[in-house]
């Protein structure tokens, strides 16, 4: 089995380590964290003291990070492990960051004489636990069919968008959309609540109507109307308000740098700010219910 090292273990890239590990790879991490390290370690991983000593003799390397800074330093700053990747290795970057981090760290990568694909990932917290998440990538198609059945232990999708970026630009039109459509619903559910209607009744009457999407089909937003969800476990968990916000001042740069217009994504991050700024920023996103509350 393929080696791989495997750089941040945070909500999503732990479990996602996990999951390579138990599909029988040897993976060897590194996080800043020992409680994500000792986790990982007793799921079988192999644990490395740093970034460079986790990307040693393997043939791919992923990471999962925050934001542009974090994902730039470590493979292109003053300490950047891009040297100390083999270079028949493959780089797989699975974190949400700007198309042009994207371009700028595909440059970085291969002019050192490394392969890479940008492969951010949709299916939060859950469908990184499932091992079901789908990977939207952008690079070359011979290095994502190389990766595929990497991913494919991670996740149920594998989808090439384009060049190197474009993963990067499909993943925040996805999450932009995924902004609007959670707001929408949690308008509407409250609106009906508010005269009367049973949450659960609604949402099964949206469901088999028009408004049907994916936050009333997996994720609704109303305590009590689904199981297993983070709106009722008082919103703990899942995808961060503020991650949210991240990922909708992402898609405001995106448009910008084209001129395009998306009125609805921006009155959708003037919600989430909002929102956030109110004291839920560390809760899952879905808890903009609350928002519109009477």
Not at 90 to 100: E, K, P, R
Not at 245 to 251: E, I, M, P, Y
Not at 256 to 262: M, P, V
């Amino acid at each position: 089995m393929a080696r791989i090292g495997f750089i941040g273990l945070g909500n999503m890239g732990g479990p996602m380590a996990t999951n390579l590990v138990k599909a029988g790879f040897e993976v060897q991490v590194f996080d800043l964290s020992p409680a994500a390290l000792a986790t990982l370690e007793e799921a079988g991983a192999s644990i490395a003291k740093s970034a460079a000593e986790a990307v040693n003799n393997v043939d791919f390397v992923i990471s999962m990070l925050p934001a542009d800074k974090h994902v730039l330093a470590l493979y292109l700053g003053d300490q950047g492990i891009v040297d100390a990747i083999p270079e028949t290795a493959l780089v797989i970057d699975s974190s949400t960051i700007s198309a042009d981090a994207a371009r700028e760290l595909g440059a970085g990568i291969t002019a050192k004489g490394r392969r890479f694909i940008d492969a951010p990932v949709s299916g939060g917290v859950g469908g990184a636990k499932a091992g079901t998440l789908t990977f939207i990538c952008g690079g070359d198609a011979a290095d994502i069919e190389e990766a595929r059945p990497v991913l494919e232990k991670m996740g149920k999708n594998v989808f090439k968008a384009g060049e190197h970026g474009a993963g990067q630009v499909a993943k925040i039109c996805n999450n932009m959309l995924l902004g609007v459509l959670m707001a929408g619903t949690s308008e509407a559910l409250q609106l009906g609540k508010a005269h009367g209607l049973d949450p659960k009744v609604l949402s099964d009457i949206m469901l088999q109507s028009s408004g049907r999407n994916w936050t009333l089909e997996v994720y609704n937003p109303c305590p009590g109307v689904m199981d297993s969800v983070p709106s009722s476990n008082d919103y703990n968990g899942g995808f961060l308000v503020d991650l949210m916000l991240k990922d909708l001042g992402l898609a405001r740069n995106t448009a910008d740098s084209t001129g395009s217009a998306t009125p609805m994504g921006d009155m959708a991050a003037k919600l989430f700010s909002e929102h956030s700024e109110a004291g839920f920023g560390s809760k899952d996103f879905s808890s903009i219910f609350r928002k519109f509350e009477k």
